[in-house]
């Protein structure tokens, strides 16, 4: 299928995904606003922001969990365009990890793995499995393989989201707000998976309040207000001399908890 | 801790052993259950000394009995000569017929307009609201009634009955369309469809197995279809059709020949398949609904198609809400089809409890078989939808 060989990207930069001039209204309400944004392979974004600006919007863009009218978007060499098939395709390289982890109550936490590369990917079971194992060692819960998700806590349940994502082998990942549902003391195991991940190159792209995790791997923090990419900068930038006043009182109020 | 600040404790006691919770429990329970038998000793042995004051014989001799009365429709021989046995048995397997059609009818009625809400379709969409508020909220005998006197009963007479490439006739008098006579050789079709079934059963294994080894999908259902219709078919073209159809023909005054359905039987299955068809609807919307549409976002972000997300994800949850609304609708669906007995459809209630009853003035032995039935009836839907629970449930083993 021409779609699935188009894997490398295009740009000479080694851009993994091209937003230009994204825009989106919900009826007459315009979420995002000419939203331009190239992420090389392998860079690390946070996305930050008050609550209604975006963010959520913006990176469901990405793997088409929700549309846009106007604008283009390029994801590891594939145009989105409105194609079941590309869509398909584009989702396949397109990891992504909810704030309410979304795991499939039904099915144990190996079927949640296991389900997309068997269904998706057409591998045998064993292999899928196998696979499986391999990321939830990873994610550091492999004795839990036969359990349901309901029987797992909090931060079990995102560590095995990240893995059910990884499983995919995407070549970006995509995190809205992962440890925002968590306790404190979950927090942390789970940030400990996204750090690892981020040392062994995975494009990814986070929305989170999590600063501490800002300033120690992203390559570029990016601000959105009201729709719009406000400001983009190293942490050390962003934090350290944020240039617009809407950056900076977001800073003084996220700081002041 | 010393001992000095420790408060004071005051056991408050009777001692009394009608204070102790359970003693209280067991004594209310007695209290209750001698209560209920004292009060059905009663009724039954007023019912006998009344039966014996008219001089009826108490027991189930009346069985075996000449019940000397006809009946509209019966799935068995019957005649006026036979026994009252006999019109259980005649009831009995009416009611059943109207159950089994009903069930299956709103099953698939209720499915269909429960999906047909989350159509992106606005007209359909609306369909299905419309459908479910109407039926829903008009007493179940006024449809029963709608259906018998102001659509069945507005049908042309035999005369101009409404006929379907002459071979199927609808009229005043009911609906009638051609019956399949099995000639010789018609065994080797017969063997041939049951060797389709098992082919998929085995074909089902295959593929599974074929995918957990080596990943590769094969469109199982397409090919069952395939199987089912096309090795009988073969077989037909092979024998050389060892079938003939008995067509309903139709003189002036009647229609003779073919299979007929009274219409009766048509407004009550009608009546009980809309009805109970706008509950399922409603049982499957909630079930759906059910999912969180966080499932379906996750299953889209692996890559899943629409339709796997459907099969593999959504439906699966959502049958664990379905399926237990299913079997209080099936129930109320075999009860409810006693309003038989307004229209005169000849079922359990209608000729056992109704004319039986009338006739003989045996009630405690007719009114305790026929409610025995019932029980048996939706004792045995629940045991078989049980099973069905079980099998959805057990996915998520809490
Ligand atoms: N389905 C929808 N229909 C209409 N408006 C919506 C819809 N989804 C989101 N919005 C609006 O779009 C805006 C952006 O929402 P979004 O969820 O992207 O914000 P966010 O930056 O992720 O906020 P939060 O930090 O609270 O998650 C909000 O004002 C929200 O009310
Ligand atoms: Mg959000």
């Given at each position: 299928?021409?779609?699935e060989?188009?894997?490398?990207p295009?740009?000479a930069e080694?851009?993994v995904i091209?937003?230009?001039?994204?825009n989106?209204?919900?009826g007459?309400?315009?979420?995002?606003k000419?939203?331009?944004?190239?992420?090389?392979r392998g860079?690390k974004?946070?996305?930050?922001?008050?609550?209604g600006?975006?963010k959520?919007?913006?990176?469901?863009?990405?793997?088409?969990l929700?549309?846009?009218?106007?604008?283009?978007?390029i994801?590891?060499?594939?145009?989105?365009?409105?194609d079941?098939?590309n869509?398909?395709a584009?989702r396949?390289?397109?990891g992504?990890v909810?704030?309410h982890f979304?795991?499939f109550?039904?099915?144990?936490?190996l079927?949640?793995?296991?389900?997309?590369?068997?269904?998706?990917?057409?591998?045998?079971?064993?292999?899928?499995e196998?696979t499986?194992?391999?990321?939830?060692?990873?994610v550091?819960?492999?004795?839990?393989?036969?359990?349901?998700?309901?029987?797992?806590?909090g931060?079990q349940?995102?560590?095995v989201?990240?893995a059910?994502?990884?499983?995919?082998?995407p070549?970006?990942?995509l995190?809205?707000?992962p440890?925002?549902?968590?306790?404190p003391?979950?927090?942390?195991?789970?940030l400990?998976?996204?750090?690892?991940?981020?040392?062994?190159?995975?494009?990814m792209?986070?929305?989170?309040?999590?600063?501490?995790f800002?300033?120690?791997?992203?390559?570029r923090v990016?601000?959105?207000?009201g729709?719009?990419?406000?400001?983009?900068?190293?942490?050390?930038?962003?934090f350290?001399?944020?240039?617009t006043?809407?950056?900076?009182?977001?800073?003084?109020?996220i700081?002041?908890h | 801790?010393?001992?000095e600040?420790?408060?004071?404790?005051?056991?408050?006691?009777?001692?009394?052993?009608?204070n102790?919770?359970?003693?209280?429990?067991?004594?209310?329970?007695?209290?209750?259950?001698?209560?209920?038998?004292f009060?059905?000793y009663?009724?039954?042995?007023?019912?006998?000394?009344?039966?014996?004051?008219?001089?009826?014989?108490?027991?189930f001799?009346f069985?075996?009995?000449?019940s000397?009365?006809?009946?509209?429709?019966s799935?068995?021989?019957?005649?006026?000569t036979?026994?009252?046995?006999?019109?259980?048995l005649?009831?009995?397997?009416?009611?059943?017929?109207v159950?089994?059609?009903g069930?299956?009818l709103?099953?698939?009625?209720?499915?269909?307009m429960?999906v047909?809400?989350?159509?992106?379709?606005w007209l359909?969409?609306?369909l299905?609201?419309?459908?479910v508020?109407t039926?829903?909220?008009?007493?179940?005998?006024?449809?029963?009634?709608f259906?018998?006197?102001a659509v069945l009963?507005?049908?042309?007479?035999v005369?101009d009955?409404?006929s379907?490439?002459?071979?199927?006739?609808?009229?005043?008098?009911?609906?009638?369309?051609?019956?399949i006579?099995?000639?010789?050789?018609?065994?080797?079709?017969?063997?041939a469809?049951?060797?389709?079934?098992?082919?998929?059963i085995?074909l089902?294994?295959?593929?599974?197995?074929?995918q957990?080894?080596?990943?590769d999908?094969f469109?199982v259902?397409l090919?069952s279809?395939?199987i089912?219709?096309?090795?009988?078919?073969?077989?037909?073209?092979v024998?050389?059709?060892p079938f003939h159809?008995?067509?309903?023909?139709?003189?002036?005054?009647?229609?003779?020949?073919?299979?007929s359905v009274?219409?009766e039987?048509m407004?009550?299955?009608?009546?009980?398949t809309?009805?109970?068809?706008?509950f399922?609807?409603?049982?499957?919307?909630?079930?759906?609904?059910?999912?969180?549409?966080?499932?379906?976002?996750?299953?889209?972000?692996?890559?899943?198609?629409?339709?796997?997300?459907?099969?593999l994800?959504v439906?699966?949850?959502?049958m664990r809400?379905?399926?237990p609304l299913?079997?209080?609708?099936?129930?109320?669906?075999?009860?409810?089809?006693?309003l038989a007995?307004?229209?005169g459809?000849?079922?359990?209630?209608?000729?056992?409890v109704?004319?039986?009853?009338?006739?003989?003035?045996?009630?405690?032995?007719?009114?305790?078989?026929t409610?025995?039935?019932?029980f048996?009836?939706?004792?045995?839907i629940?045991f078989?939808?049980n099973?069905?629970?079980?099998?959805?449930?057990?996915?998520?083993?809490?």
């Amino acid at each position: 299928m021409s779609v699935e060989q188009q894997g490398q990207p295009l740009s000479a930069e080694d851009d993994v995904i091209i937003i230009k001039e994204l825009n989106k209204w919900y009826g007459s309400f315009h979420v995002l606003k000419d939203i331009n944004l190239n992420v090389k392979r392998g860079e690390k974004i946070v996305i930050c922001g008050p609550s209604g600006s975006g963010k959520s919007t913006m990176i469901r863009c990405i793997n088409r969990l929700e549309e846009f009218q106007r604008g283009s978007l390029i994801v590891n060499g594939v145009e989105m365009i409105e194609d079941v098939k590309n869509i398909e395709a584009i989702r396949r390289e397109v990891g992504m990890v909810f704030q309410h982890f979304n795991l499939f109550p039904h099915l144990t936490i190996l079927e949640n793995l296991t389900l997309g590369p068997i269904w998706v990917q057409k591998k045998p079971k064993e292999e899928a499995e196998a696979t499986a194992m391999k990321y939830l060692e990873r994610v550091k819960i492999p004795d839990q393989a036969n359990k349901f998700p309901g029987q797992l806590s909090g931060g079990q349940q995102q560590r095995v989201a990240i893995a059910r994502s990884l499983c995919m082998s995407p070549q970006i990942m995509l995190f809205d707000e992962p440890t925002s549902a968590l306790d404190p003391e979950m927090i942390k195991e789970v940030l400990d998976v996204m750090v690892e991940l981020a040392d062994e190159g995975m494009t990814m792209l986070c929305v989170t309040h999590e600063m501490g995790f800002a300033k120690k791997v992203a390559d570029r923090v990016i601000f959105m207000d009201g729709g719009e990419i406000v400001e983009q900068n190293t942490p050390h930038e962003f934090f350290d001399n944020p240039e617009t006043d809407r950056l900076q009182l977001f800073l003084s109020q996220i700081l002041e908890h | 801790m010393s001992k000095e600040h420790m408060p004071e404790v005051r056991p408050v006691k009777s001692g009394s052993f009608f204070n102790n919770p359970r003693n209280r429990a067991l004594i209310y329970q007695a209290i209750l259950l001698f209560g209920l038998g004292f009060f059905f000793y009663t009724i039954v042995s007023n019912a006998l000394s009344n039966m014996e004051a008219r001089g009826i014989k108490s027991g189930f001799g009346f069985l075996f009995t000449t019940s000397g009365f006809d009946i509209l429709m019966s799935l068995v021989d019957y005649s006026a000569t036979d026994t009252y046995g006999r019109t259980f048995l005649v009831g009995l397997l009416n009611t059943i017929l109207v159950s089994i059609i009903g069930i299956f009818l709103a099953t698939i009625v209720g499915f269909l307009m429960g999906v047909a809400y989350f159509s992106p379709n606005w007209l359909i969409k609306r369909l299905s609201i419309v459908y479910v508020e109407t039926f829903r909220n008009i007493p179940l005998l006024l449809q029963v009634f709608f259906w018998y006197f102001a659509v069945l009963a507005a049908l042309p007479d035999v005369r101009d009955s409404i006929s379907f490439g002459e071979s199927v006739f609808l009229n005043v008098r009911g609906l009638f369309f051609p019956e399949i006579i099995d000639e010789a050789g018609s065994g080797f079709v017969y063997a041939a469809l049951a060797a389709a079934i098992v082919a998929i059963i085995v074909l089902r294994k295959w593929a599974h197995k074929r995918q957990d080894e080596t990943g590769d999908q094969f469109p199982v259902f397409l090919t069952s279809i395939g199987i089912l219709i096309g090795l009988p078919l073969l077989a037909l073209i092979v024998s050389g059709n060892p079938f003939h159809l008995e067509y309903p023909e139709a003189s002036r005054f009647n229609i003779r020949g073919g299979i007929s359905v009274i219409p009766e039987l048509m407004a009550l299955t009608l009546a009980l398949t809309v009805y109970t068809g706008a509950f399922i609807a409603e049982a499957v919307r909630a079930g759906v609904q059910s999912v969180p549409h966080g499932q379906t976002e996750a299953a889209r972000s692996i890559g899943l198609k629409e339709s796997r997300i459907m099969s593999l994800i959504v439906v699966p949850q959502a049958m664990r809400v379905i399926v237990p609304l299913l079997n209080s609708e099936y129930q109320s669906l075999v009860k409810n089809s006693t309003l038989a007995t307004a229209i005169g459809y000849p079922d359990l209630f209608t000729v056992f409890v109704g004319t039986s009853l009338n006739q003989t003035g045996q009630a405690i032995e007719i009114v305790f078989m026929t409610m025995a039935v019932y029980f048996v009836i939706n004792m045995t839907i629940s045991f078989l939808m049980n099973r069905v629970n079980d099998s959805v449930a057990l996915a998520e083993r809490k």
